[in-house]
């Protein structure tokens, strides 16, 4: 197979492409409501969850470690999880009903009403990231996007969203992990400091 040498660029072409990413003003105010809904959820004893295809299901799984586990600072463990973890329910849900119903059949058996649902989708339609997002919206949960491109179809299903810039899955994957960062440092202050957990 012959190689396009053409379509190789240099390191200054591709630090071109991460310029600016974080200059957007909407971050702030999209990170600040995300973070008021994860808090007032934890406090009333409720479930964060996370899912995400690919690159996103690890930062789904990266962000839920970090409230379950701890960012910065000791205290208890949050009650986050990410859907994307059990191999036997996604291969079986998969098998049984397809691909797009992964995650918003666990949705129905494990999200209750006050819960939290984050989706993470670069390009804002992953069909299963939209029935999930549905699926919570159906069962009274706090949805949330982290998207890109626009915001895609998810915007139909979720309360809040923080939508990245337009763009390759990667450079939409890089605001996400440094805006869900801030979240997770900015919930454990308030949960902290505000609240006094430790």
Not at 61 to 89: D, I, K
Not at 106 to 117: E, I, N, R, T
Not at 183 to 191: A, F, G, I, M, S
């Amino acid at each position: 197979m012959a190689v396009d040498y053409k379509a190789q660029r240099d390191f200054d072409a591709l630090i071109a492409d991460r310029r600016n990413l974080f200059d957007a003003p909407h971050y702030k105010a999209q990170v600040h409501a995300i973070v008021e809904a994860i808090v007032t959820a934890l406090r009333a004893g409720k479930r964060v969850f996370w899912c995400g295809n690919g690159g996103s299901a690890a930062e789904a799984q990266h962000m839920a470690a970090e409230l379950s586990g701890r960012y910065l600072r000791e205290r208890p463990g949050l009650n986050s999880e990410a859907l994307s973890v059990n191999t036997s329910t996604l291969t079986c849900v998969g098998n049984d009903y397809g691909y797009d119903h992964v995650f918003s059949r666990q949705v129905q058996a494990f999200v209750q009403p006050g819960d939290v649902l984050i989706g993470m989708t670069t390009s804002g339609t992953s069909k299963n990231i939209v029935l999930a997002l549905e699926e919570g919206k159906k069962r009274g949960a706090v949805t949330i996007a982290f998207t890109g491109n626009g915001g895609g179809t998810v915007m139909q299903y979720s309360d809040h969203a923080l939508v990245g810039p337009d763009g390759y899955a990667a450079i939409v994957q890089e605001v996400h992990q440094v805006m869900a960062h801030i979240v997770c440092d900015l919930v454990e202050q308030k949960l902290i400091f505000e609240d006094g957990l430790k």
